[in-house]
């Protein structure tokens, strides 16, 4: 078993948009805490809330966005910091990293030497951090969240200490859930059950779990030493001077990558990522790999690219210019395969994605976008558009949503929502009160200047948000109208205004 070094610095994402970690703050992503302060959470914040919730717990609340790019360029300074001591040093994620424990170890008297040595380092550079050591990188994260700053699990110890942590820290919900209701409450309890029995009620996934609370590799050892060089490269002349052109090449490259581990059956989990510049510096670092996509390799190149220029260097300029860029896969075992859908929609896929990173090459990062769900009341507010190659959601948040339209969705939601006026029987504008009371039955819809005949009606919805924020606040209700030229709208009224918000086909 591989004794590894993990450090790890506490609320990571709140650290790196500036929040100060004595005062109550957080950050959010698609309306829901992502992070929160120690002083949050001594008042009742906890990541995965609602902000309104986390707010109403503590309404001194400080509340910033998150931002990734910040996350991964400023970690790159305690990555740097790190690798002054040991240069094979692993990023797993923006706020975590590792490095193998027992040759270092050695030259600095000590594991608990060690230890103690790189958590004063990260702390001499500004952050806040907890180090811990333990055979696999999963005991050694937790063993850096133990005790005060972290601490070291004895070899062969790995299982003991993993065996009273509540399921939580397996990070899958779903499994946690199922396994509570069937009696099984802590690592330990999930370690006990058979190997075989894991495997066969809860798939490739539980099984995987199981290996980690049993204080195991994630996959048995079975690393693969191809024949051929599958590193990839590629050079830049003249050097690069701007951080898009090293970006764009990387993207290039991870895909080029890929291919050549999957022609070979294998499948990377550890990356390394080289650079030289024009003035001969050559800058490398390690990346926990598992699958990333070629944009999120790109991504990562873009983190380390903003970290390495010195001050006075604008973002988008790499100082001194890049002369050639490698992608180096550190770590292969062999590829377990996926399941191909029996009509070839996987490789279709793959061909898009592989057109969309040319076009992207040519219009930039946002040239190309998909369209996401995502929570909302209205259904313009459901579906966001981001860069083909950024990570998606994992499925709409849940509600519930007060004031939101019920299913059918509507067709067609224009850009540029069209005015309307909705009159009753007597010729008068139907008005909503504030408290959502209609004026009359409607009678006639007018759109685009031409008028039609209500036949059907039903609402209102209404919808009062952010009324904590007057700058952004909002009223509004929502209407279904049908009319008997055969059409279906979406009205909605705002203001005093009425506007079609969508229409149903």
Not at 55 to 62: D, G, H, K, S
Not at 361 to 382: M, N, S
Not at 393 to 398: C, L, Q
Not at 464 to 490: H, I
């Amino acid at each position: 078993m591989t004794r590894v070094l993990v450090v790890w610095c506490p609320d990571w994402p709140v650290t790196a948009v500036g929040v100060d970690a004595s005062a109550a703050g957080a950050v959010v992503e698609r309306g829901r805490v992502a992070a929160c302060t120690a002083a949050a959470r001594a008042e009742g914040v906890r990541r995965g809330q609602r902000l309104r919730d986390a707010q109403r717990r503590c309404p001194e609340l400080a509340v910033r966005e998150r931002d990734a790019d910040a996350e991964g360029r400023l970690f790159e300074t305690v990555a740097a910091a790190v690798a002054e001591l040991t240069p094979r040093v692993e990023v797993v994620r923006p706020g975590l990293c590792a490095l193998p424990a027992r040759g270092a170890a050695q030259f600095h008297d000590g594991e608990e030497a060690l230890r103690v040595l790189v958590q004063d380092t990260v702390v001499e550079a500004g952050y806040d951090c907890g180090a811990g050591v333990a055979d696999g990188l999963f005991a050694a994260e937790l063993a850096a969240r133990a005790g005060q700053g972290g601490v070291v699990v004895p070899e062969g110890g790995a299982a003991a200490f993993l065996a009273p942590y509540p399921l939580a820290v397996l990070d899958r919900p779903e499994l946690a859930d199922l396994l509570r209701r069937l009696g099984v409450k802590t690592l330990g309890d999930f370690a006990a059950l058979p190997s075989g029995h894991v495997a066969g009620r809860f798939g490739a996934d539980g099984a995987l779990a199981h290996r980690l609370a049993r204080g195991e590799e994630p996959r048995p050892l079975a690393p693969a030493r191809p024949a051929a060089d599958l590193s990839v490269r590629a050079a830049f002349e003249p050097p690069a001077e701007r951080s898009e052109r090293v970006v764009f090449g990387a993207k290039r490259l991870a895909a080029e990558l890929h291919e050549g581990l999957a022609a070979d059956g294998l499948a990377c989990v550890r990356l390394e990522v080289a650079a030289g510049f024009a003035d001969g510096r050559v800058l490398r670092r390690l990346w926990r790999h598992d699958g990333m996509s070629a944009a999120a390799v790109a991504e990562r190149v873009r983190w380390q690219l903003s970290a390495w220029q010195p001050q006075g260097v604008q973002a988008e300029q790499v100082w001194g210019g890049v002369t050639w860029l490698e992608l180096v896969p550190d770590q292969l075992v062999p590829d377990e395969g996926r399941q191909e859908a029996l009509w070839g929609r996987t490789t279709v896929t793959d061909r898009v994605a592989r057109a969309a990173d040319r076009i992207q090459a040519l219009l930039g990062h946002r040239g190309v976008t998909r369209p996401v769900l995502v929570g909302g009341r209205g259904p313009g507010e459901q579906v966001v558009r981001i860069p083909v190659g950024d990570l998606a959601p994992a499925g709409p948040p849940e509600g519930p949503w007060p004031g939101r339209v019920g299913a059918p969705a509507p067709a067609v939601v224009p850009v540029a929502p069209p005015d309307a006026e909705l009159r009753d029987a007597a010729g008068a504008a139907v008005v909503v009160s504030a408290r959502c009371e209609v004026s009359a039955p409607p009678a006639t819809l007018t759109v685009r200047g031409r008028p039609a005949a209500v036949t059907g009606w039903t609402g209102p919805w209404p919808a009062d948000e952010r009324w904590w924020d007057p700058a952004r606040a909002r009223r509004r209700a929502r209407f279904q109208v049908t009319t008997d030229d055969g059409a279906a709208y979406l009205l909605a009224v705002e203001g005093g205004r009425w506007h079609v918000e969508a229409v149903y086909d």
